[in-house]
């Protein structure tokens, strides 16, 4: 089955000091890949996305590439700063055996903590 | 536009008691979902429904149930609270078709003493 499989955490950082964040899948077919934040004490938010192979989400800095090769979503950012410090997760949505691609598989979040 | 909310924000409720919690979105998604999210577990998918009148079962449905009659509304039931159902409950909603995104709720706590 899918799975996702992120860098355990917690990550602590200074401000300005370079984030990446580690992600790989399996997946049975041709996934979509996303990155979502969650804030301290708030639901779940869309970060970035890609959907095809080479494809790079971007978003409020941060970017991560779709590496069909290597089965990776890696997030980065150059300078993260003190608002960044938040839930991430890596999550996959790929095409069942019914044709449909309407669920989310998760990892399991990394927690980054970002201080001035 | 409220976008997706979830009622109530908070409970607490003794072993064996019921509830229900009611996800409610305004954006006319026809896919609605409901996650449980534990220390070190991520989300995992309870229940899902595809269409108003339909609901299936996801990872972890056991002890709970679902129903769908209206479109916009979502609701998770538990007929006998456990221990283990101690979690925070996040309902989330999409459109149909392509690899479209999915958007949350902003929880609910829920303790079982």
């Known amino acids: 089955g899918d799975s996702v499989t992120q860098m355990e955490g917690p990550v602590t950082l200074s401000e300005e000091a370079f984030l990446t964040i580690n992600c790989t899948y399996t997946?049975?077919?041709?996934?979509?890949l996303f990155w979502y934040v969650q804030y301290p004490g708030e639901g779940l938010q869309l970060l970035l996305k890609?959907?095809?192979?080479?494809d790079k989400g971007s978003n409020k800095g941060f970017e991560a590439t779709y590496r069909k090769e290597t089965t990776s979503f890696h997030l980065e950012k150059g300078s993260v700063q003190v608002s960044d410090s938040a839930v991430y997760f890596c999550a996959l949505s790929d095409i069942n055996s019914g044709g449909s691609n309407y669920k989310l598989t998760f990892g399991k979040g990394t927690l980054l903590t970002v201080n001035p | 536009n409220a976008g997706v909310t979830q009622t109530p924000k908070f409970r607490v409720l003794k072993t064996g008691q019921s509830m229900t919690l009611l996800c409610a979105q305004d954006m006319n998604h026809e896919y609605m979902y409901w996650y449980r999210q534990d220390p070190g577990m991520g989300l995992r998918l309870i229940h899902y429904?595809?269409?108003?009148?339909?609901?299936a079962k996801g990872e972890v449905p056991d002890g709970y149930n679902v129903s769908r009659l209206k479109k916009q509304n979502f609701l998770l039931g538990l007929e006998s609270a456990a221990p283990s159902q101690t979690s925070v409950y996040f309902c989330a909603s999409r459109r149909a078709g392509g690899t479209d995104t999915q958007y949350f709720g902003p929880g609910t706590r829920l303790t079982v003493l």
């Open positions: 890609a959907t095809k192979a080479d």
């Open positions: 429904s595809v269409g108003e009148g339909t609901t």
């Open positions: 997946a049975t077919g041709y996934p979509s």
